[in-house]
């Protein structure tokens, strides 16, 4: 059983610097694993799985100095960035097959900065 809460939250200075800070990274993951993706599809190359894709773009992106920032906030955000972006292809292919009830999926499309529609997501163990 999975449990679903949605909260309203009135972050003070120093919580809404940390909330953008973890709504960038999470973007900046999910676009980074997209653009991957539609780069090994127009290759004819595989899809890159989830695990290399965690390790390729979190777990050695800490580690350059470009993508540093990437370890200031909880991990678990940015793995569960990678995970919706799988839910978001496996919705796209069911639809394509009729696996999926209602209507046609899109393809996933990068998250813009623009967008005020921010989320992300934590697990149980988050910090």
């Given at each position: 059983?999975?449990?679903?809460?949605?909260?309203?939250?009135?972050?003070?200075?120093?919580?809404?610097?940390?909330?953008?800070r973890a709504f960038g990274c999470s973007r900046v993951v999910y676009n980074d694993a997209l653009r991957a993706r539609e780069t090994a599809r127009a290759e004819g190359e595989a899809f890159p799985k989830?695990?290399?894709?965690?390790?390729?773009?979190?777990?050695?992106?800490?580690?350059?100095?470009?993508?540093?920032?990437?370890?200031?906030?909880?991990?678990?955000?940015?793995?569960?960035?990678?995970?919706?972006?799988?839910?978001?292809?496996?919705?796209?292919?069911?639809?394509?097959?009729?696996?999926?009830?209602?209507?046609?999926?899109?393809?996933?499309?990068?998250?813009?900065?623009?967008?005020?529609?921010?989320?992300?997501?934590?697990?149980?163990?988050?910090?």
């Open positions: 059983m999975q449990l679903r809460y949605a909260f309203r939250v009135y972050p003070n200075a120093d919580q809404r610097t940390a909330l953008a989830t695990g290399e894709l965690s390790t390729r773009l979190i777990t050695q992106a800490k580690r350059t100095e470009e993508r540093s920032w990437l370890g200031e906030v909880c991990s678990v955000i940015l793995q569960q960035s990678l995970r919706d972006l799988d839910t978001a292809y496996r919705n796209f292919f069911d639809s394509l097959k009729g696996k999926r009830k209602g209507p046609k999926a899109g393809r996933p499309r990068f998250k813009s900065r623009k967008d005020h529609r921010q989320s992300i997501r934590f697990t149980a163990n988050a910090r």
